[in-house]
Nanobody, 128 residues
């Protein structure tokens, strides 16, 4: 499974960004239903949960720090998940990673240890 994250960049505080993550690969094509999530890691910090979404899109989860400021969505026809972020703050500066794994009942969307597949990350820098 290959996950290609894109859309990062430099933005001023209060600005917006849309991150995308496209999934591909032979293993991916046989996965069936899968959940996708976004995590981030700032310099000197541990990687943390940002948002995640179920296969149908009916279940989403957001980190408390991002609630009200971001929206996760997906387009299964394009095998792509999106993360819309607004009202960005300097503390949102981090490398953002997308992750995926096979959907299962009770899958904990916010637990990064449960995700088997990870993208390479895209840098988001928010200037003050």
């Amino acid at each position: 499974v290959q996950l290609q994250a894109s859309g990062g960049g430099l933005v001023q505080a209060g600005g917006s960004l849309r991150l995308s993550c496209a999934a591909s690969g032979r293993t991916f094509s046989t996965m069936g239903s899968y959940v996708m999530g976004w995590f981030r890691q700032a310099p000197g910090n541990e990687r943390e949960f940002v948002a995640a979404i179920s296969w149908s899109g009916g279940s989403t989860d957001y980190a408390d720090s991002m609630k009200g400021r971001c929206t996760i969505s997906r387009d299964n026809a394009k095998n792509t998940v999106y993360l819309w972020m607004n009202s960005l703050k300097p503390e949102d500066t981090a490398v953002y990673y997308c992750a995926a794994d096979i959907e299962a009942p009770g899958f904990p969307l916010d637990e990064q240890s449960r995700y088997a597949y990870w993208g390479q990350g895209t840098q988001v820098t928010v200037s003050s």
